[in-house]
């Protein structure tokens, strides 16, 4: 082995496995930080959910089919925000919900 070799090979133990207890470099936080706010998942570790999703994600949050909730959205039940000159729909989760409630039955009226 030369030193270059030394230098990119992980540390091995005794039976040959590669040792993990070693502290991960100190570039690597701010990168993994920089990830997680820029997808919006610190948010979601807080336990506050997100202002608007997309399609996959209001198929996730709704007991809808994808079917049901493309014809909902067709009919204009369920609100949306496209953006001028995009396909992309973005949805307000409490909005959607508050739609779905007016078809609520045996509900107390406001």
């Known amino acids: 082995m030369t030193a270059n ?9 005794a039976a040959g496995a590669t040792s993990t207890t070693e502290p991960p470099p100190p570039w690597l936080r701010p990168l993994v930080e920089e990830i997680l706010r820029e997808f919006g998942s610190h948010q979601l570790e807080r336990g506050t959910s997100p ?6 994600g209001l198929c996730a949050a709704v007991p809808l089919s994808a079917r049901t909730l493309r014809e909902l959205i067709k009919k204009r039940i369920v609100p949306h925000i496209r ?21 609520e039955k045996g509900g107390i009226p406001e």
């Open 5 to 13: 070799n030394n230098q990119l090979q992980a540390p091995q133990t």
């Open 51 to 56: 202002g608007f999703v997309d399609f996959n």
């Open 83 to 103: 953006l001028s000159g995009g396909r992309r729909l973005l949805f307000s989760l409490s909005n959607v919900e508050k739609s779905l409630l007016r078809f």
